[in-house]
């Protein structure tokens, strides 16, 4: 038994050490675990733990070139509940029926319903969000953010364009410039349990948004306000599909104005209006949204008929095609291969020099021009002229020219496209070539953006915007804005002669497509002062009912724009022999 | 200082007039034990408050079942503790008998919980039939073994032994297999202190890692536990236990974040007051805690050698080393699961973490090693 014993005694032992042995080798790998491989569990942990919000980053505002703001922002509440850490639900409920005004099965639906956080109501203003934080109940979260405010409501809606929940830009400068304006959401870091539940004792760790930038851009508030007006006028009037006015500095390409009737209200953009209902009231509601706020200027090709005229004139005098003393003869139409293309006025322009061909905006004195310059060298000078890019202008959604290739451009189609049909461009493609052929030849890029400012109003970024130097030579710029003078002071474009101004312009009518529905887009195109253009308008009206002439119905509001923003612009009234030679030609 | 104590004891025991009849009792166990379960405590209301608070609405959730079950433990014990150990004998075939009985009763008519059938209700109390199994295999295998002392040097007779036992090892197997594993390993420790010889378990040893390696084969959803064990981090749901252990253990560093600033337990870790509590314990505690942990328990595994060692019979040095094999199997094997050592195995840390039958059974235990401590005499004392 003894000797028995004392075996047993070293297999307890051997046993014993064995247990040593692994508890060692447990020891070690703990000590590995901890110290060694410590950091990188720790990141695991922390990763795992952590849970990021944002702090949103204010926006920043749009201001018209006087400072006047178009787009700002409002303090606004989101109001969430946290399920797990309501202790009252019925008097939750209650509390938020009452402050929120929302049936209450719907908030008895969310306030019970088990997720990790359910949010009940966004865009609450800060008033009713104060209040309900005042009541203290645990489980209730009331996060605040920020809500773009338009002050002006509908003003350039379409130009400004609004943003959507998570404070992108949906359309219009809100999309070009978001990420200008959209500045940096700042973060709170929380530890939560395993549920996604934050846990108090552990604190936070913040990190501040910085707010986006203001952007200041060229529209002038008061401009801006007139045209939108006057469009309006003229869309009662002349009960159109739309009036388009686009109010631009020829010589930088700066955008004063840029109205499109109807506009909506951007403080309420997914509410349709009556007017963009209307239209296409078959169309699902997203595709009558995206109608309402479609920009017509920017995002719609159109033919853009007679006052395409200037571009071919232009193209003409580059290449010596015709010179202004060039005689012409119109009876009324004129043959090209088998075709009978017919002149506005059916009972012809008779004898004419080129000048006066302009002024009747004679089409068969401007399809031989056409045909002289030839598809090759009309296409090339298109080319030039910058018609086949985008004007690359700061707004999104740009719509490019439609136009024949070379190769299908025969005689027909070249007689057509020289009098502004059978190809579409969009109205601020024609705003912009017109002012860079009267500007001296410089193709400009349209834009409103010019800077971007910190909060303090200290300037962070001026924009600079390509200038393509000499698409037509001086003399042929020179030449135009005489040509187009001419056209106000003594063609089509009388409606819009103004009493101590020299104003250019050229008029159009343009049937749309298809021909037969007798649908027609009028308008007109002016500048002023004719032979320094500061400021270039073109008029659209599309499908108005009854008188459907540019020269009758466009060039009147083009009047009216001028009368008014002429002064305003501190543009001066011409020297007295220039209104004496305007009183002679009436 | 601990023979300072015993020997003064001694001198107060011989003054009674019995100076040949020391009476010995281990104090030194009896202190770690409270201390450990005071510890366990601690940590399991650390470990268990946050989740019980959401889950049941009262922190103390756990930590209330597991009082209740300590106190009624250290009744066990001290009864366990007063009987001698010897009384245990003659009922070594009727725990045989009850261990086949209670775990097959589970199989049939056990109550489901988390997904496995373990627990067995009677009245309004649930237990673990498992749990019992352990103690009534180390007192029937003590008693068993006691009687065979000169064939247990033969090969045939560990064979015997095993096969005598397998019936109820399949049984437990059948609902928990980490426990027949436990049992198994029970019985082998005791067969090798009472063996002189060494191949017989070298051959044993390697004949157990041949059959683990064709039991993971067979069946697919093992292989996938030995991926988790090789690769926790893409292992997905499978790795997902393991990996969370290991953010707690490897977030705590050499010092912990402190008692209480665990956040893994905060359900992140699943079930962290069960098998996987020591991670939780390393998280708060840090390496240095998580190793005061370990060598409390060597601390027991050493006092219970020594009482082994001293025991006066063969069927108390035998008791003792199947409760010390018992402890030391579950430390060890729980640690190396929860540090991804090996693959993952259901596990509990002894007297720590949450299970109101294995802290009874455990106590029950450590009376019956209290008891065979009292049987030493004092001058036979060798470490």
């Not at chain 2, 015993?6 to 770690?32: A, H, V």
Request: charged share 20%; glycine share 8%; with cysteine.
């Amino acid at each position: 038994m003894e000797r028995n014993k004392t075996g047993i005694r070293r297999k307890i032992l051997v046993f014993f050490v064995m247990v040593i042995l692994m508890i060692g080798i447990l020891i070690g790998r703990l000590v590995y675990l901890m110290i060694f491989c410590s950091d990188y569990y720790t990141q695991k942990a922390v990763d795992l733990h952590q849970r990021e919000r944002d702090i949103k980053a204010a926006r920043g505002r749009i201001l018209d070139v006087n400072g006047q703001v178009l787009a700002s922002n409002t303090s606004v509440c989101t109001i969430s509940v946290i399920h797990n850490q309501i202790q009252d639900p019925e008097g939750v409920i209650a509390m938020l029926v009452k402050e929120l005004d929302i049936p209450e099965e719907k908030i008895r639906k969310r306030v019970e319903k088990v997720t990790s956080i359910e949010r009940i109501k966004s865009n609450v203003d800060k008033e009713t969000g104060d209040r309900i934080l005042a009541y203290g109940m645990s489980g209730v979260k009331v996060d605040e953010d920020y809500k773009r405010v338009y002050p002006y409501g509908s003003l350039a809606s379409k130009v400004l364009g609004f943003t959507g929940g998570d404070n992108q830009g949906i359309i219009g400068l809100e999309v070009k410039y978001d990420d200008v304006l959209q500045g940096t959401n700042g973060k709170i870091l929380t530890v939560t349990d395993a549920r996604g539940i934050e846990v108090d004792k552990e604190g936070e760790v913040r990190k501040e948004p910085v707010s986006g930038y203001d952007l200041y851009i060229s529209m002038d508030y008061n401009i801006q306000a007139f045209c939108e007006q006057e469009a309006e006028k003229a869309f009662i009037q002349k009960q159109a599909d739309s009036v388009s006015i686009i109010v631009m500095n020829p010589q930088n390409g700066e955008l004063l104005a840029m109205a499109d009737y109807p506009e909506f209200d951007l403080n309420q953009p997914f509410a349709l209006t009556k007017d963009a209902g209307s239209i296409q009231g078959t169309d699902s509601e997203m595709e009558q949204l995206n109608n309402m706020w479609r920009n017509h200027c920017v995002s719609d090709t159109y033919e853009p008929g007679s006052t395409f005229k200037v571009i071919t004139a232009a193209a003409a005098l580059e290449c010596g095609a015709v010179k202004l003393e060039d005689q012409f003869s119109c009876p009324g139409f004129i043959m090209v291969e088998d075709r009978k293309i017919r002149c506005a006025k059916t009972t012809g322009h008779g004898a004419e020099t080129f000048v006066q061909g302009i002024e009747n905006s004679c089409n068969p004195v401007f399809i031989t021009v056409g045909l002289r310059i030839g598809s090759e060298r009309f296409y090339k000078y298109f080319d030039q002229f910058g018609l086949f890019s985008k004007t690359n202008i700061d707004l999104p959604g740009e719509a490019a020219t439609i136009m024949h290739s070379l190769d299908h451009i025969g005689q027909v189609e070249l007689a057509t496209i020289s009098f502004g049909q059978s190809f579409q461009i969009t109205p601020i493609q024609l705003v912009t070539t017109v002012s860079s052929l009267i500007n001296g030849g410089n193709r400009v890029t349209p834009h409103f953006g010019v800077r971007t400012a910190d909060e303090s109003g200290n300037t962070v970024e001026t924009f600079s915007y390509e200038t393509k130097k000499e698409i037509c030579s001086e003399q042929t710029s020179e030449t135009m804005r005489y040509l187009l003078e001419k056209v106000v002071s003594e063609g089509g474009g009388k409606n819009c002669k103004i009493e101590g101004y020299e104003i250019g312009g050229k008029t159009a009518t343009s049937q749309t497509l298809p021909r037969s529905e007798h649908k027609y887009i009028a308008s007109f195109l002016g500048f002023a002062p004719a032979d320094n253009p500061q400021v270039l308008v073109l008029v659209i009206i599309r499908n108005p009912q009854g008188v459907y002439y540019g020269g009758t119905i466009c060039a009147p509001v083009a009047k009216t724009v001028f009368e008014n923003i002429l002064p305003y612009l501190d543009i001066e009234k011409q020297s007295v022999e220039s209104s004496e030679t305007d009183e002679q030609s009436r | 200082m601990k023979k300072k104590t015993t020997s003064r004891k001694g001198e107060r025991q011989s003054r009674d007039g019995r100076p040949k009849e020391i009476k010995y009792f281990d104090y030194n166990l009896l202190f770690i034990i409270i201390f450990l379960i005071c510890f366990g405590l601690v940590m399991l209301y650390s470990t268990s408050s946050y989740t019980a608070a959401s889950k049941f609405g009262d922190a103390a959730f756990y930590l209330k079942k597991q009082v209740m079950a300590m106190m009624i433990g250290f009744v066990f014990m001290f009864m366990l503790a007063s009987i001698p150990y010897t009384f245990w004998k003659q009922f070594a075939v009727l725990a045989y008998a009850a261990s086949v009985a209670l775990c097959g009763a589970v199989i049939v008519a056990g109550r489901n919980y988390n997904g496995s059938q373990r627990w067995l209700q009677i009245g309004p109390i649930s237990f673990q039939p498992s749990e019992f199994a352990k103690i009534a295999m180390i007192v029937f295998l003590a008693a068993f073994i006691e009687r065979i002392p000169k064939q247990i040097a033969k090969f045939s007779a560990i064979i015997k032994v095993l096969a005598i036992i397998a019936p109820v090892l399949i049984i437990i197997a059948i609902s928990n297999l980490s426990t027949a594993i436990i049992v198994a390993g029970i019985a082998v420790c005791m067969m090798f202190v009472a063996s002189p010889k060494y191949s017989h378990f070298v051959a044993l040893a390697l004949l157990g890692i041949g059959a683990v390696a064709v039991f993971i084969m067979i069946e697919s959803y093992r292989l996938d536990r030995i991926k988790a064990w090789l690769h926790p981090e893409t292992a997905g749901d499978d790795g997902f236990q393991t990996l969370q252990g290991l953010y707690a253990i490897g977030s705590g560093g050499l010092f912990g974040k402190g008692l209480g600033q665990s956040i893994q337990k905060m359900g992140f870790v699943p079930e962290a007051q069960n098998d996987m509590i020591f991670t939780i314990i390393c998280e708060e505690l840090g390496l240095f805690g998580g190793i005061c942990v370990i060598l409390l328990f060597l601390l027991m595994i050493w006092r219970m050698m020594i009482i082994a060692n001293n025991a006066k019979d063969l069927f108390g040095a035998l008791l003792v080393v199947g409760i010390m094999s018992h402890i030391a199997l579950q430390v060890i094997l729980n640690i190396a699961v929860v540090t991804n050592t090996i693959p993952n195995t259901g596990v509990t840390l002894p007297f720590i973490s949450y299970g109101g039958t294995s802290i009874m059974f455990l106590m029950a235990e450590m009376g019956l090693a209290l008891s065979v401590s009292k049987g030493i005499r004092l001058q036979n004392i060798e470490g």
